[in-house]
């Protein structure tokens, strides 16, 4: 009986301390400044919701573009490294000697990110996503500075996994003479014919095969991803990181399945890439013309590589922003056609048809959804009850927390924790501490052993943090 006295004796501990933890929690939650203390030092696992271009922060790029003396676009605040036609477009050096560069980088802040953002001059959607093209260049070329500093930060801040959508990759098959097949896809998703529009994608499957998609996908996981990730030591004994490939919504159905099938090849293929998304605004105009078909693409690839995991934006929509009937089968398309393994965003999920057994199926099946508290409040206007969180909780489907686009949205991970602690009194240290280790269980890191030892990671880490409140 005695070997058993130190696991009892272990657990019991542990028990305490976590019940510490949870009353020190509960004393705090309605002030913003402790619970910024408590969550800064909590360990939060992973932020799995996560794209590297929008999370680097504006001063990095910006210093970049400075140094590299790229062309600024003192109208649009866009820069570009090659000299563009029209008179607004300035080398950085030339507005150095006239005495401009401190005002033009106050402006430049403010088309990049939502710094100083007053919520009336511009919309807040258009900012955001209009912020990728114009600090685009700046993170071309730049990588190796970008990756290093979202590690630096998520090692300060206790995060221990990002999975970060890296880049689309790059690929030139011509395919100029495949463009009959974008309006034949879309007259046959007008009817919703789905066997026909996999025949038609099995068709275009074939030819890119046969155009080497292949190498494409090896190019870029070993000469691009693989060489970068090994250089700079990204793993190490405090943090991983892994790769999602994504593919454009806006692009035109040959295009975009092309990419797609890229994609789905490079995460095939390496450890290192943990899945395949789909980006760009899910409310632009080819983005809703095309989401049935899209799904539909999804679909396809998976049967072709059954392996790879897929997260889908679904559901970053909300009344007003599109016609009531469009926000009633975008997440559940993406669940029961594309069978996506993780929902991000699903903000209109009370608004989709069926939705308590469209939860119902999320939970029976571990689908969880990827919560965007600061990004859903910028660019949807949506907060506080109006947010689905509680309805997701309510019907037991795994919740994740992650920040989005941390670099545009001027925030952290901490501040996500912050939030949802203030604002939704019902969930308890406890939920939080469950969907910490959600992040780690659901991501899509291939090798188990990475993905257990991560979790190890997190009970010595929770150990160690609330063994701080035993004499609180």
């Known amino acids: 009986m005695k070997l058993f006295y130190p696991f009892f004796f272990s657990m019991i501990c542990q028990l305490g301390f976590a019940q510490s933890a949870e009353t020190y929690f509960e004393k705090i939650r309605n002030n913003e400044a402790e619970l910024t203390a408590f969550f800064a030092q909590m360990p939060k696992g992973g932020d799995l919701h996560h794209h ?21 676009n003192t109208q649009t605040m866009a820069v570009s490294q090659e000299k563009q036609s029209g008179n607004e477009w300035i080398l950085f050096s030339d507005l150095q ?7 033009y980088k106050q402006k430049v802040m ?27 260049p700046a993170t071309q070329g730049n990588f190796e500075a970008g990756l290093l500093e979202l590690k630096n930060r998520a090692v300060k801040e206790n995060v221990s996994y990002i999975e970060t959508q890296l880049s689309i990759i790059p690929c030139d098959i011509k395919t100029d003479d495949l463009v009959k097949y974008n309006s034949y896809l879309r007259k046959l998703s007008t009817g919703k014919n789905e066997k026909a529009v996999m025949q038609s994608l099995d068709s275009l499957y074939a030819i890119f095969i046969k155009k080497d998609a292949k190498k494409y996908a090896t190019d870029f996981n070993t000469k691009f991803v693989g060489k970068m990730h090994k250089d700079l030591k990204i793993d190490d004994g405090q943090f991983t990181m892994r790769y999602q490939n994504f593919v454009l919504r806006f692009m035109e159905p040959v295009d975009l399945f092309k990419n797609l099938i890229v994609a789905f090849i490079s995460a095939d293929s390496s450890p290192l890439m943990a899945g395949v998304n789909i980006v760009s605004p899910e409310d632009g105009e080819t983005s809703m013309k095309d989401y049935w078909l899209h799904m539909v693409m999804f679909k396809y690839c998976h049967s072709r590589f059954p392996k790879v995991k897929y997260a889908m934006h679904a559901g970053e929509l909300t009344l007003g922003l599109v016609r009531p009937e469009e926000l009633s089968w975008h997440i559940n398309s993406a669940v029961y056609i594309a069978g996506a393994n993780r929902i991000g965003h699903g903000v209109d999920i009370a608004y989709e048809d069926k939705s308590y057994d469209l939860m119902r199926y999320m939970a029976k099946n571990n689908i969880p959804i990827e919560i965007n508290l600061t990004s859903n ?8 009850n109006r947010h689905p969180i509680l309805l997701y909780k309510e019907f037991g489907v795994p919740i994740v927390i992650s920040t989005d686009d941390a670099g545009i949205l001027r925030t952290n991970m901490t501040e996500q924790y912050v939030l949802l602690a203030k604002r939704y009194k019902t969930i308890t240290y406890s939920d939080i501490k469950q969907f910490v280790y959600n992040s780690i269980s659901y991501s ?29």
């Open 52 to 72: 590297y271009s929008g999370s680097i922060y504006a001063e990095p790029l910006l210093d970049h573009a400075i140094a590299k003396d790229f062309y600024l």
């Open 97 to 103: 000697k006239n005495g401009e560069l401190d005002a």
């Open 110 to 136: 403010h088309k990049w990110s939502a710094k100083d953002y007053n919520n009336v001059d511009y919309p807040s959607d258009k900012l955001f996503f209009e912020s990728f093209m114009k600090l685009e």
């Open 377 to 384: 409040e910028f660019i949807l206007k949506v907060k506080e």
């Open 444 to 472: 899509f890191i291939q090798d188990p052993a990475v993905k257990k030892q991560l979790t190890l990671d997190l009970d010595n880490r929770f150990k160690a943090f609330e063994a701080n409140f035993l004499m609180k």
